[in-house]
T-cell receptor, first 114, second 114 residues
Framework: AQSVTQLDSQVPVFEEAPVELRCNYS??????LFWYVQYPNQGLQLLLK??????LVKGINGFEAEFNKSQTSFHLRKPSVHISDTAEYFC????????????FGQGTTLQVKP | GAGVSQSPSNKVTEKGKDVELRCDPI?????LYWYRQRLGQGLEFLIY????????KSGLPSDRFSAERTGESVSTLTIQRTQQEDSAVYLC????????????FGPGTRLTVT
């Protein structure tokens, strides 16, 4: 079984500052890793995913994440945030079976202040 | 093309009543998932359908919950004898092929049990 821990429930940050949202996972098997974003009053949208290959993955809206197998982490980063990045961010894992079902973390609310 | 749609968007029901939630996946998507998002929590996997294979029901919280899907089209999630703890947003997602691992989410149905 897999589990995901998002270490921060809320992250307040000023506009144009860098941000890191932390995600750690636990699994006895190899996994795929995802970050989803949920903007206010909207559905979930995929930000980026790690399936294989380079451990640094780039996603939409200037976000990137790095897969660290030894630390079982998949932290999300952005060098300069905008007000429009205010949203709920979810880290998720999927085992490498054929179901693709996702196990989600509790979510991190990113609050970007002017 | 059209995204995943869900209906109703909001449902208020009395404790003990049955409710039925509907999901229309993206056309051509063979995999369909149901998740539940309780207030302030991450998403919980409920059930997964893939083509004509037997569904993965491992996430259903009790036998009051059931779901059906006809072929690769509409799915309905039914909750019988609703309880207050069933109050949540129920999200549906679909995926083209399990190997792509990108799930497209609907806007959700907000269920409130009074």
């Amino acid at each position: 079984a897999q589990s995901v821990t998002q270490l921060d429930s809320q992250v307040p940050v000023f506009e144009e500052a860098p941000v890191e949202l932390r995600c750690n996972y636990s699994s006895s098997v190899s996994v795929y890793l995802f970050w989803y974003v949920q903007y206010p009053n909207q559905g979930l949208q995929l930000l980026l995913k790690y399936l294989s290959g380079s451990t640094l993955v780039k996603g939409i809206n200037g976000f990137e994440a790095e897969f660290n197998k030894s630390q079982t982490s998949f932290h999300l980063r952005k060098p300069s945030v905008h007000i429009s990045d205010t949203a709920e961010y979810f880290c998720a894992v999927s085992d490498r079976s054929n179901t693709g079902k996702l196990i989600f973390g509790q979510g991190t609310t990113l609050q970007v202040k002017p | 093309g059209a995204g995943v749609s869900q209906s109703p968007s909001n449902k208020v029901t009395e404790k003990g009543k049955d409710v039925e939630l509907r999901c229309d996946p993206i056309s051509g998507h063979t995999a369909l998932y149901w998740y539940r998002q309780r207030l302030g929590q991450g998403l919980e996997f409920l059930i997964y359908f893939q083509g004509n294979s037997a569904p993965d029901k491992s996430g259903l919280p009790s036998d009051r919950f059931s779901a059906e899907r006809t072929g690769e089209s509409v799915s309905t999630l039914t909750i019988q004898r609703t309880q207050q703890e069933d109050s949540a947003v129920y999200l549906c997602a679909s995926s083209r092929l399990t190997g792509s691992y990108e799930q497209y989410f609907g806007p959700g149905t907000r269920l409130t049990v009074t």
